[in-house]
């Protein structure tokens, strides 16, 4: 899996090692046409807004799923920007309806996707508002528990898979928080 933040397109390739080439891209129809990638893509399976400019994306399989069927869950920034294409109108992409178009201010989101490769869909199972960042992030599904890092913020939180916010912390200094991720640090070797 590849997250694409300048396209706001995740890419899953096969064959890395030996003859790369695009499984399915999951992305704006409108932002891929005339490109000769639009038949790579994923149909959604109801109307929402998509990620964009997301990071951290992360593979998460469930054995109650179908073969074939998995989760992606990523911080989606949920602010439309390429400066490798400063030309497209994010604002008229149809797929975007929920998404901002600054970096001072607007609402990014935790996004979990079910895909089903078979079917060639993706649906939004899940979304939880988070602090707003335009750029860096992460998030981290753990115990039952959300932590996202909301990284202009200098923040990162906790909350339960519904969306209930059990705290926050913020710190000072540098930057950005890049990412935050929680290890339990079992079977580690310290000498």
Same mark, same amino acid.
């Given at each position: 899996? +590849? ?12 064959t +890395?090692?030996?003859? $790369?080439?695009? &499984?399915?891209m999951? @992305? ?13 893509? %994923?149909?959604?399976t ?14 998460e399989?469930?054995?109650? %799923? $179908? *073969? ?10 949920n #602010?439309?920007?390429?400066s490798?294409?400063?030309?497209? *109108? ?14 001072k201010?607007?609402?990014? #989101?935790?996004? *979990?996707?079910?895909? /089903?490769?078979?079917? !060639? ?5 899940? =979304? +939880? ?7 860096? =992030?992460s998030?981290?599904?753990?115990? @039952? ?15 339960? %898979?519904? @969306?209930?916010?059990? !705290? ?6 540098? *930057? ?5 991720l929680?290890y &339990?640090?079992? /079977?580690?070797?310290?000498?």
């Open positions: 899996m +590849i997250s694409s933040r300048e396209t706001s397109t995740i890419i899953k390739l096969n +890395i090692y030996t003859n $790369p080439s695009i &499984d399915y999951i @992305g704006s129809e409108q932002f891929w046409d005339s490109t000769g990638y639009e038949s790579q893509l %994923l149909t959604k109801s109307d929402f807004s998509m990620q964009a400019g997301q990071h951290y994306v992360t593979y399989e469930n054995n109650s %799923l $179908p *073969k074939g069927q998995y989760y992606l869950y990523m911080f989606n920034n #602010y439309c920007y390429s490798t294409r400063s030309d497209y *109108k994010w604002q008229n992409d149809t797929n975007y309806t929920n998404a901002f178009f600054t970096m201010s607007g609402t990014s #989101y935790y996004y *979990k996707y079910l895909v /089903d490769e078979n079917a !060639r869909t993706v649906s939004l199972v899940s =979304s +939880i508002q988070v602090a707003y960042s335009p750029y860096v =992030s998030s981290q599904e753990l115990h @039952g528990q959300l932590i996202a890092d909301s990284g202009i913020q200098m923040s990162w939180s906790v909350y339960t %898979l519904d @969306g209930t916010l059990l !705290r926050t912390y913020q710190t000072t200094g540098g *930057k950005f928080l890049y990412r935050v929680q &339990d640090l079992k /079977d580690y070797l310290f000498q």
